[in-house]
């Protein structure tokens, strides 16, 4: 697959991950190549990745830095990150990944849920922090509380300007790019007795590694159609969920427009807008250790991860 990519990937002398490009499967770190003279914005340390989406949100300044970063490697003056995709890690970290519950018809009907029309109702939203994230290649640490491990492909939108009540038809112009969320869930945490409230998605979806996140961002200007997008999951080679983001009940548009009526969007907020049907509460199939998982969105990649048992 040909594409241009936004990522992060694990320097062996360094603790925290570098920003790179990946081009074409291949990896290029983003440092190297502005010494080089490519000219791809600021790298702030403060800022880091999300200040850098936000300077090339609504511009394709980005197709330009590639264009130069080919003719440095054509030149033998820049060289590929050794290890390739297997060296990448999350992006980034995002504080907050807004998260689509019941967003696919057909999901909501597996999982026993009477939706209102859409006329009658507003996306329904809940959140997932910053400890819930892991890389491709990284693990998924199944608690010991848990017996109901479940997966859910998302198309992840990354915010890279912000906004407060952002109108509908300006809504995608705001993004800075996509990548892919696996919305992992403890389903029989997800419930509980004690409370007159029925659900705990806190308990159920804010555990540490529960949000595989990647495999990179695709910049929002390589990508025409948000809505137009297939998606697939795997377990152990198997295919779960195979759906269009087409299928979505509330669009892209809708969520960002929606969630910026209650918080103001900052770059690097990180909104997970859904998953369709073919989970596994579904079929009564759950994870386990050992299990590797791979969710994947045509025009963005492939991001893998296995399952382990949490060790006390």
Not at 124 to 141: D, Q
């Amino acid at each position: 697959m040909s594409h241009i990519a936004i990522a992060a990937y694990k320097r062996t002398a360094q603790a925290r991950p570098a920003m790179a490009l990946s081009i074409d499967n291949e990896i290029y770190d983003l440092e190297a190549a502005r010494n080089a003279g490519v000219k791809i914005g600021e790298l702030g340390v403060d800022g880091g990745l999300p200040a850098l989406l936000a300077q090339w949100c609504g511009n394709a300044a980005l197709t330009e830095a590639c264009e130069d970063i080919r003719q440095l490697v054509e030149r033998g003056k820049l060289q590929a990150v050794r290890g390739g995709p297997a060296s990448l890690t999350a992006p980034f970290l995002p504080e907050r990944i807004f998260c689509a519950a019941a967003n696919y018809i057909e999901h909501a009907k597996e999982m026993g849920s009477v939706l209102a029309g859409k006329s009658h109702s507003k996306p329904y939203m809940f959140i997932k922090l910053r400890n819930t994230v892991i890389g491709p290649g990284e693990a998924i640490r199944m608690p010991p509380e848990t017996s109901q491990l479940d997966w859910e492909v998302e198309l992840a939108a990354v915010i890279g300007r912000g906004g407060r009540r952002i109108p509908l038809a300006q809504a995608l112009d705001h993004v800075g790019g996509y990548a892919i969320v696996n919305d992992i869930s403890a389903r029989d945490l997800n419930v509980r007795g004690d409370y007159p409230f029925k659900f705990d998605w806190f308990q159920g979806k804010c555990h540490d590694t529960f949000a595989p996140f990647g495999p990179w961002i695709v910049p929002a200007f390589a990508v025409p159609d948000p809505q137009a997008l297939a998606m697939e999951l795997e377990v152990n080679g198997q295919i779960m969920q195979k759906d269009s983001t087409g299928n979505m009940i509330w669009t892209v548009r809708e969520q960002i427009a929606y969630l910026s009526t209650i918080v103001t969007l900052e770059p690097g907020d990180v909104i997970a807008t859904g998953t369709p049907t073919g989970v596994g509460m579904a079929r009564g199939i759950f994870l386990k250790a050992g299990d590797v998982v791979s969710a994947s969105i045509g025009g963005i990649g492939t991001l893998t991860n296995s399952v382990v048992a949490e060790t006390l």
